[in-house]
Each structure stands twice: as structure tokens, then as C-alpha cells.
């Protein structure tokens, strides 16, 4: 299953309102995460199972969306947000990674 | 705490060999499902495969790109899990994490890394 994140790049301001897709290329289940990782670390699991929000995870993080179409979505963003973003599905084998969004500032 | 650590990095000739170790501390490893994900330099993230946990007996999956060349093993007594690298490429050149996978449907655990530089 590929998945495609859009867009690969964004630049936002502190406090934006900031929404990343991921398009799988057939329907998955809710196996689906999302990721953030900054330069030289291991990334940090942010959603899981579609929607699920990580224990610790700031409450304006949020993830959604069905079938081929998924999304997550910061409400406001914050000085420590900027950073990638990936998506990964667990859903069949091969576990696969969206490409990345890299977000930074404005 | 749940803490993975990785070791075992290094330079290689295209071709040759090498084995990773993660060592586990924090939890029970043969409860669990543990995974190997890569990451090229400046790239994204790729999955390599999979060991499954006791209850499933070990058994394991693998991407494409590494099938057959790659082999995951583990040592629960020892709190370690292994990749054992054979025929290695330039283009197995990464950071290796190793990773937890939880039974609630999330690698929510992941190691530092460990780079692997295949160059001649």
C-alpha cells in the first residue's frame, strides 16, 4: 500500500491552523499513525489507530479521516511543532511510510 | 520505562556483513511484536520487517528490498533483538531504529538508531 502525504512542504505561521493528508493507495483499516520527527532524532509517535491521540501528546494534535483519507491536523501551531510529519500504515504487509511533510516557519 | 538501545553500526564494503543488536529493558520482550525501520540520509523513513512475539512464534516479514539478504532474530532471555545484514548495498545506507510494536496497534517505542554506512 503507498501512501502519499501532501503537501511535502509547508510554511506556516506560530498559531496556524496547519492540516496534512495522507492517501493510501487502497482502503485500510484504522492502522494508521502519525509520526513528527525532528533533526538528528528518532521520530515520536503523535496518533494511532487513525484518531487516537499518544499519551503526553499535546491536545491540539488531532487525526481523522476513513478509508483511502486520512489527516492530521494541529490547531494552532506552536514554535516546538515545526519539524516532519510522517504517516505509516500497520494495516498490511509491507508497513509502509508516507514520504513526509516538513513544516517550517513562515 | 521502555528502553531500546541499538549498537553494531558502522562502515561495511559494499557486499559484505553486519549485525545489529537492539537491547531491551522495560518491558517482557517475548510479549511483543518488535519491528526494524530504516531511514536514508535526508530521506524518509522505511520499514524493514518484522518479528513477531512468542504467541506467534517467532515468526517474521520482511520488505522487498531486503528479502532474502536481511534476517531478524531474537533473544528474549537476553532482552535482544537482532538484524543480521548479508549482501549489503550502497543503498542500505541508514540510520537503523528499532522499534516496539504494541499490541493496541502502535510502534510507539523507538531506539536512537544506529548509522550503517555501506561504501567502498
Known amino acids: 500500500i503507498q501512501l502519499t502525504q501532501s503537501p511535502s512542504f509547508l510554511s506556516a505561521s506560530v498559531g496556524d491552523r496547519v492540516t496534512i493528508t495522507c492517501r493510501a493507495s487502497?482502503?485500510?483499516?484504522?492502522?494508521l499513525a502519525w509520526y513528527q520527527q525532528k533533526p538528528g532524532k528518532a521520530p515520536n509517535l503523535l496518533v494511532y489507530?487513525?484518531?487516537t491521540l499518544q499519551s503526553g501528546v499535546p491536545s491540539r494534535f488531532s487525526g481523522s479521516g476513513s478509508g483511502t483519507e486520512f489527516t492530521l491536523t494541529i490547531s494552532s501551531l506552536q514554535p516546538e511543532d515545526f519539524a516532519t510529519y510522517y504517516c505509516?500504515?500497520?494495516?498490511?504487509?509491507?508497513?509502509?511510510f508516507g514520504g513526509g511533510t516538513k513544516v517550517e516557519i513562515k | 520505562e521502555v528502553q531500546l538501545v541499538e549498537s553494531g553500526g558502522g562502515l561495511v564494503q559494499p557486499g559484505g556483513s553486519l549485525s545489529l543488536s537492539c537491547a531491551v529493558s522495560g518491558i517482557t520482550l517475548s510479549d511483543h511484536h518488535m519491528d526494524w525501520v530504516r531511514q536514508a540520509p535526508g530521506k524518509g523513513l522505511e520499514w524493514v520487517g518484522r518479528?513477531?512475539?512468542?504467541?506467534?512464534?517467532?515468526?517474521?516479514e520482511y520488505a522487498a528490498s531486503v528479502k532474502d539478504r536481511f534476517t531478524i532474530s531474537r533473544d528474549d532471555s537476553n532482552n535482544s533483538l537482532y538484524l543480521q545484514m548479508n549482501s549489503l548495498k550502497t543503498e542500505d545506507t541508514a540510520v537503523y531504529y528499532c522499534?516496539?510494536?504494541?499490541?493496541?496497534?502502535?510502534?510507539?517505542?523507538w531506539g536512537q538508531g544506529t548509522l550503517v554506512t555501506v561504501s567502498s
Open positions: 522499534v516496539r510494536y504494541d499490541s493496541s496497534g502502535k510502534d510507539d517505542c
Open positions: 518479528s513477531r512475539n512468542k504467541a506467534r512464534s517467532y515468526t517474521t
Open positions: 487502497q482502503g485500510i483499516t484504522t492502522y
Open positions: 505509516q500504515q500497520l494495516d498490511t504487509y509491507p508497513l509502509t
Open positions: 489507530r487513525m484518531s
